[in-house]
């Protein structure tokens, strides 16, 4: 005799939406509450779940019925937590190289908490840029795309990209030149 769940499945692998539901509400929660404890973020583990069934569904007709599939879909989300640390620290990474670019700081910089100040301090200034220039501005420095995939994305030209990425790249200097002069007058002025 076949078990309920051996027939959801093969329902499932027909492409049967019944059954995708019948899977998605026996594991969602549990998925979700997997994702949370490693991300610490609803929204994060509410995109990991989203993205799993998104995958089981468009890799059904390859499911194996004869193995666990509680455990596929914890290997999958599981996968995809470690994704998602790979790309944010990727992403930490290449702030980290912008804020070397734009603020002078050399490869020794130590102090962590300028450091996390300086990180939350260009997030803020990035979002500060015209609409246009934060949009290109990310696609190029933290997403790394080329210059003629963000032309064809947002439908300009690649003179105008650079043009963006030049202003922006403009933009963060000089902030970070305000800071450093801030914070060089504040030594100045009561730590001396």
């Known amino acids: 005799m076949i ?3 051996a027939k959801i499945l093969s329902d499932f692998k027909k492409g049967d939406h019944v059954a995708f539901e019948k899977i998605f509400e026996r594991y969602s929660k549990q998925l979700f509450q997997f994702s949370l404890s490693y991300l610490k973020s609803e929204v994060d583990a509410e995109d990991i779940v989203q993205e799993v069934f998104i995958k089981i569904w468009n890799n059904r007709k390859e499911i194996k019925t004869d193995t666990s599939f509680q ?3 914890f290997t999958i989300t599981l996968n995809a937590v470690r994704k998602y640390y790979n790309e944010l620290s990727r992403r930490n990474e290449l702030k980290h190289d ?3 670019d734009t603020f002078g700081l050399n490869p020794d910089f130590d102090d962590r908490s300028d450091y996390q100040f300086m990180l939350d301090k260009l ?6 840029m015209p609409e ?3 949009e290109v501005f990310i696609k190029k420095k933290i997403e790394e795309k080329s210059l003629k995939e963000i032309s064809e994305e947002l439908n300009i030209t690649t003179k105008t990209v650079e043009y963006h990425i030049t202003e922006g ?5 000089s902030e970070f030149g305000k800071l450093q002069t801030k914070g060089l007058i504040f030594f100045y002025l009561f730590v001396r």
């Open 3 to 5: 078990s309920i769940e």
């Open 71 to 73: 455990s596929y879909l």
């Open 98 to 100: 912008i804020l070397f």
């Open 123 to 128: 997030e803020e200034l990035i979002r500060q």
């Open 132 to 134: 246009k220039r934060m």
């Open 169 to 173: 790249m403009r933009f963060l200097k």
